[in-house]
């Protein structure tokens, strides 16, 4: 069974079409999840949605039948034509799967190189389908050296520091429109994750902040968590702050556009706004003269700039991906490797212990000879397993690992994934 990733990302899909991928809400999330793990050649299964990526993490026993399976189901969720969306989706499996999801948990398949929301949403992701069940013993694994790939990334480079999200992207190309930004009125639509790095990012450069949400209690407690002064103002203003505001950027996850040619004016004085969520927030008809609007997707010029500066940084880093990459099937066949000698040795002291007891039975030994004859068996059978479990360990570093073991577990009726243990760490960890 391999590793299978079905992916969409701001590389080989627009705004549009991510906007009908995006999945809104935890009920949404966990219907498509549990279609996905219905199915009998696909087990186990993540889905990481974001504004500029949905990946679909699993495994697969047949990996050409599976890919069609789950984006025919993900066709039919976002209502989009299927032959247009399999010839869309990058298809990964197996070692290209792993260093995938690497190269995505390490930030560096994102459109703002290093940015540093990707693995706590990566992480949420996977606790998402932990929680359900959905997660066993060889998704665990993957991700735990995923996390791990990106704490190492994160160390050994620099791409985690300065401008590195799609909020602080936004703010940078703000700043950039309206040269000094001091005490120049910057609208923040929502209260979530990304409201709080829009606005961090905005007090930083100098903006004068305002923050509405249709939640007023979060919008207020999202104001009271930074020393800085922050205006609240209900969402029934929202129409009049656009008029006043000359930045505004919108973040929620509402499904549908929450601005639209109702409830906006146009108005004489200069306006840019920033929509960086996905569903978009704004409708795309609005078109008022003095209002620029900037998309996800139309932040590229700032990312170009972006890539430049981080290159030789992202060289490192991908350096470290295909390393651990490497690792990690090393690390794979180690755990098959290491229960695979105990288990041979398990078996045989079961051997053991049910010969010599049916030998005192029938009176060919006596009793209180039992251990040291115990004993005598055990020097055997370490004696003689002990080259098989030499060679068996030196394979562990051979291509033909995965056959040797899988043929020495049928034929010892092993189960592969016996007395392997193997929880992610990341599970028992408060997420940040």
């Not at 999200?165 to 000094?180: C, F, G």
């Not at 002990?386 to 690992?401: A, G, L, R, W």
Request: aromatic share 8%.
């Amino acid at each position: 069974m391999s590793y299978l990733i079905i992916s969409f990302s701001h590389k080989n899909t627009d705004i549009q079409l991510r906007e009908k991928l995006a999945f809104n809400s935890d009920e949404e999330k966990e219907r498509f999840l549990r279609k996905i793990a219905s199915d009998e050649i696909t087990k186990e299964v993540v889905l990481l949605s974001t504004c500029n990526r949905v990946e679909i993490i699993t495994r697969s026993i047949n990996i050409k039948q599976s890919g069609k399976n789950i984006i025919k189901k993900l066709s039919s969720y976002a209502g989009v034509d299927f032959d247009m969306l399999y010839d869309r989706a990058d298809i990964y499996d197996n070692d290209g799967a792993v260093h995938h999801l690497f190269t995505v948990a390490s930030a560096l398949d994102s459109l703002v190189i290093g940015e540093t929301q990707i693995v706590g949403q990566l992480k949420d992701a996977y606790r998402f389908s932990s929680d359900r069940g959905l997660c066993d013993v060889k998704m665990n694994r993957i991700m735990h050296y995923a996390f791990k790939c990106a704490a190492n990334v994160r160390t050994a480079t620099s791409l985690g520091t300065g401008s590195v999200s799609v909020a602080s992207t936004a703010v940078a190309k703000a700043k950039e429109i309206v040269v000094d930004a001091t005490n120049v009125d910057a609208l923040v639509i929502g209260a979530g994750e990304m409201s709080e790095l829009t606005i961090k990012h905005l007090l930083s450069s100098g903006f004068r902040v305002t923050v509405t949400s249709r939640n007023m209690k979060k919008a207020q407690d999202l104001a009271e968590s930074f020393e800085e002064h922050i205006y609240v103002e209900p969402y029934d203003k929202l129409t009049s702050l656009l008029d006043t505001s000359t930045v505004m950027i919108t973040a929620t996850s509402a499904p549908y556009p929450i601005i639209t040619k109702e409830n906006t004016n146009e108005v004489s004085k200069y306006r840019y706004w920033f929509d960086i969520a996905v569903p978009r927030d704004i409708d795309e008809n609005i078109d008022y003269s003095n209002l620029e609007i900037y998309s996800v997707d139309d932040l590229q010029d700032i990312v170009n700039q972006n890539m430049s500066l981080r290159a030789s940084q992202a060289k490192q880093a991908y350096s470290i991906v295909s390393k651990m990459s490497i690792e990690f099937f090393s690390w794979l066949k180690t755990l098959e490797v290491e229960p695979l000698v105990k288990q041979l040795h398990l078996n045989a002291q079961e051997v053991i212990e049910k010969k010599v007891s049916n030998a005192i039975k029938k009176g060919f030994i006596k009793g209180e000879d039992k251990e040291n004859i115990e004993k005598l068996c055990q020097t055997v059978i370490s004696e003689y397993l002990h080259t098989p479990s030499v060679q068996i360990k030196s394979i562990s570093k051979n291509m033909e690992c995965d056959v040797v073991i899988g043929a020495i577990q049928r034929v010892f009726g092993i189960n592969s994934d016996a007395n392997i243990d193997m929880t992610c760490e990341h599970l028992s960890k408060k997420l940040k």
